[in-house]
């Protein structure tokens, strides 16, 4: 017959327990106060480089794009006060504060041509034209945080993606799928007709017709009935290149 363990072997194994938990508290404890002296030194060090290549982080679109990427590995986030060390040492916070500015100039300007909507790459497009003379290139990433930083202000701006196209969106028009299907199809050549979205998306034309109408209203679409094979061809400025927006270089 087996004994069962003595109240002296119970109190044993409850020590070693005790000093396990003590050991994993210590290790754990010991790891987390590396990674903290790791992680402050990584700042100190990230802070160095930054004063090191201030002109290079306002210059270079690249490089400024790989400095935010260094900088999200810490938790560190330059934009997020303009009164901030990142601020006072960079003049970053300025730079995306007047970004955002002119972006909400280019969507006001444009609106009554796209609606509210235009891609990403035209409003790109539009403010190189702008800052030209402020020799500061402009990238997509560089519209993205700047748009992200808009969206406190409560202002409707959003980065929408319809197909192969990033759309940045300045009115609350809401669209649903039926309208995101005829934005996508209509990116190959700048419209869509009836006839063609009954084709590719096998829908009735009373659905097609409710979409394209809807779309109309809200003033993304154009309406060009001027065919000689009596089709209309519903134009959508924002995934179109043959529209440019004339204003752009004022």
Not at 131 to 157: N, P
Not at 223 to 243: A, L, T
Request: proline residues 2%; contains cysteine.
């Amino acid at each position: 017959m087996r004994r069962r363990p003595g109240i002296g072997g119970l109190q044993k194994a409850a020590a070693a327990r005790d000093q396990y938990r003590l050991l994993g508290e210590n290790v754990a404890k010991l790891r987390t106060d590396m990674m903290k002296e790791q992680l402050a030194t990584f700042k100190s060090q990230l802070e160095e480089f930054a004063r090191k290549h201030k002109n290079d982080i306002r210059k270079n679109p690249a490089f400024r794009a790989q400095f935010h990427e260094m900088c999200a590995k810490v938790g560190v986030d330059p934009l997020a006060s303009n009164k901030g060390f990142w601020a006072e040492l960079l003049g970053i916070g300025d730079f995306y504060y007047e970004l955002g500015v002119q972006i909400i100039e280019v969507c006001m300007l444009t609106r009554s041509l796209n609606g509210g909507l235009i891609s990403l790459q035209e409003l790109c497009n539009h403010l190189r034209q702008r800052r030209k003379k402020d020799r500061e290139a402009v990238t997509e990433d560089d519209c993205l945080r700047a748009i992200s930083k808009l969206k406190v202000l409560g202002s409707g701006f959003e980065v929408i993606t319809i197909g192969k196209k990033k759309l940045v969106r300045s009115v609350p028009t809401e669209l649903n799928k039926d309208h995101n299907q005829i934005l996508e199809l209509a990116q190959g050549q700048g419209f869509v007709t009836v006839e063609e979205v009954q084709r590719r998306l096998l829908w009735t034309s009373g659905r097609v017709i409710d979409a394209l109408e809807t779309l109309l209203e809200e003033g993304l679409a154009m309406i060009d009935n001027g065919n000689k094979d009596g089709k209309c061809q519903y134009w959508f400025p924002c995934v179109s290149s043959v529209y440019s927006f004339v204003g752009s270089d004022t």
